[in-house]
């Protein structure tokens, strides 16, 4: 079989990166997820090297402020020590022990326990899984399995939304609202069905209040289950801000409604931690931020501050016990990693949870949220951005050909990418998601001071954008 060049390996198109040979190396031999591989033989990797406090340094020692805290999820920054030697200690005294037929070690027995203390929800036991996909595939299944010792075998769909990100696995693709995680890989699988995405800014009725809007969804919610028969629909789960879907911030009684639905259909309501988990929003955990309480939490990422991969799923006492109904009937509970409850994954979470108290990280982050939004806030008025939205240590810029009608740009002007080069050049790595959204996620421990630099980096990207959008005429629809 030959395989279709579509450029030569050593060619690098981007200007703003000069070529290196560990980029030719990479464009041959990696697979790099949500990249463009097309286009990305011509652009090539921006190859970093190192990381200090909120900073990532690349190949040639250029300093770049790390605006998405890796992939949401490094919130205690780069180059933590303690981190580091709780990893060492750990690998040192037992690098690897799993959990499977009853097998069990020190890290992974405190860390649930942990859980279970600080967990914002009633919770028996801990699942501990590797990443978020895992965790919202581990929620489906304990669902399912739960209604099939509860007698319901009926009882089995999961609503999610539209513009929700839950992961990229089959099950957490098919959560996901968002197009390009379905398309040609024959998603969404039977059973996983869609609700409305609440972005009063994008789906708001002309005239319709926040309010009013989330009334509205709930309306919808409600009927979607009446429709499908609510003796069918098992669970319903939501980011309490959708982090990749666009950094929505849903209105303030959004979730009290919707959990008033839920409740009305016995519906298994999951929280997905996985961005908002540890202080993202200014409170320990995202749903505290809208006071309701789910059944279940999933979190990840910042569970580790992303040291090394690790996510957990909260199992309440009522599943606990028709999950021992099951296991009493089939003989055992067939499901869990190998690596599940890793103990030098549960050793750094263990020792980032410590630090996320003794340093008072969510506090300071809450204490940091409203100069964050007053950044951010200001660069709403800039003629790119149509809105600037965010919570705590989170936001998100939608660009806009036009503000008054909230026209985006064509896809081709490829808007969002050009912010987050321009955004790279000067110094500040951001990240450009679905709806023409740049954004903006930093480590908890970033400074005010950081947070200008950040800010002021991101606001020079814009003008530059700007500037290049009215010299090749992307505004055109
Ligand atoms: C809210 C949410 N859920 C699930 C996931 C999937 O996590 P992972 O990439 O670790 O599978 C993500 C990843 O960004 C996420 O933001």
Avoid at 5 to 17: C, F, G, L, W
Avoid at 241 to 263: L, R
Avoid at 311 to 317: D, R
Avoid at 448 to 470: C, N, P, V, Y
């Amino acid at each position: 079989m030959t395989y279709l060049m579509t450029a030569p390996a050593n060619q690098h198109s981007n200007p703003m990166r000069p070529p290196s040979n560990l980029a030719a190396r990479d464009i041959e031999t990696l697979i790099h997820p949500y990249t463009n591989l097309d286009a990305f033989r011509a652009s090539g990797p921006l190859v970093l090297e190192r990381g200090e406090g909120v900073f990532v340094y690349d190949k040639h020692g250029k300093p770049y402020i790390d605006g998405m805290a890796g992939l949401w999820c490094t919130a205690l920054g780069h180059g933590n020590a303690e981190l580091v030697e709780a990893a060492a200690r750990q690998m040192g005294k037992l690098a690897f022990a799993h959990l499977f037929s009853g097998k069990s070690h020190d890290p992974a027995i405190e860390l649930a326990e942990k859980l279970k203390e600080i967990a914002p929800i009633e919770t028996s036991k801990i699942f501990f899984c590797n990443s978020g996909s895992e965790a919202n595939d581990s929620q489906i299944k304990l669902v399912w399995y739960m209604n099939n010792a509860l007698g319901r075998p009926r009882k089995k769909k999961i609503i999610s939304r539209l513009n929700a990100y839950h992961g990229v696995t089959i099950a957490a693709a098919s959560l996901t609202g968002l197009p390009n995680n379905q398309l040609d890989f024959d998603l969404p699988i039977a059973g996983i069905l869609h609700a409305g995405c609440p972005h009063h800014y994008r789906f708001a009725h002309a005239g319709e209040s926040e309010e009013d809007f989330a009334t509205r969804l709930a309306g919808e919610l409600e009927a979607l289950i009446v429709r499908e028969g609510p003796d069918t629909v098992a669970g319903f789960i939501a980011e309490p801000v959708m982090g990749a879907g666009g950094v929505i911030v849903p209105p303030a009684t959004y979730f009290e409604k919707i959990m008033g639905v839920c409740g009305r259909y016995d519906v298994y309501m999951i929280s997905d931690e996985i961005i908002c988990g540890f202080g993202r929003l200014g409170t320990m955990f995202g749903c505290q931020s809208f006071g309701f309480r789910p059944h279940s939490i999933s979190v990840a990422k910042a569970l580790t501050s992303a040291y090394v991969p690790m996510a957990a799923v909260t199992v309440p006492q009522a599943m606990y016990e028709a999950m021992l109904e099951e296991s009493r009937k089939i003989g055992t509970f067939g499901h869990g990693f190998t690596y599940s409850g890793h103990p030098v994954a549960a050793a750094v979470a263990l020792k980032t949870i410590e630090i996320y108290a003794r340093e008072r990280i969510v506090d300071q982050a809450a204490r940091k949220a409203p100069h964050f939004a007053a950044r951010l806030a200001a660069l709403g008025q800039h003629p790119l951005v149509g809105e600037a939205r965010g919570l705590g240590l989170v936001g998100g810029i939608e660009l806009v050909a036009e503000k008054a009608s909230k026209r985006l740009f064509a896809a081709r002007a490829g808007i969002g990418a050009r912010v987050v080069a321009f955004a790279e050049e000067e110094g500040a790595i951001l990240r450009s998601i679905v709806g023409n959204v740049v954004s903006i996620c930093p480590p908890l421990i970033i400074s005010t001071d950081e947070i200008d630099q950040l800010f002021d980096g991101l606001a020079r990207a814009l003008d530059r954008t700007l500037d290049w959008a009215k010299r090749e005429q992307a505004f055109d629809p």
